[in-house]
């Protein structure tokens, strides 16, 4: 059984940054890939950002990229999702997801269907003046 519990949400002004992370209950990394997704008020989940964690390789929305980026720190079990330059449109519920890792190919398909085995419980990033 994978757990994923995420934190460093908060409340930022437009133009900030957090960086939030995502921790595992153990050390799944050789094995699951990890999705970030967030649900913001009023819609669906979106995933926007992907780490297929053995071929090193990252994707991102293109509403988040050149913002967010990937980080990993693989002794602590943790990967990280650094979100730069926030809108008032990236306001949300942030979740990290794992899944056993098969092609980069599945992740993205995976990531735009929002099916991953295990999810964490999300934080919430709020942008607002």
């Known amino acids: 059984q994978v757990q994923l519990a995420e934190s460093g949400g908060g409340s930022v002004q437009p133009g900030g940054s957090l960086n939030v992370s995502c921790e595992a209950s153990?050390?799944?990394?050789?094995?699951?890939?990890i999705g970030w997704f967030r649900r913001a008020p009023g819609k669906e989940r979106e995933g926007v950002a992907a780490l297929h964690t053995i071929e090193d390789s990252t994707y991102y929305d293109d509403s988040v990229k050149g913002r967010f980026t990937i980080s990993k720190d693989y002794a602590k079990n943790t990967v990280f999702l650094l979100m730069n330059s926030l809108k008032p449109e990236d306001t949300g519920l942030y979740y990290c997801a794992a899944h056993r890792c098969t092609t980069y190919t599945d992740l993205l398909r995976r990531l735009k269907v929002a099916s991953f085995a295990y999810w964490g419980q999300g934080t919430q990033v709020t942008v607002s003046s």
């Open positions: 153990g050390p799944i990394f050789s094995t699951y890939c």
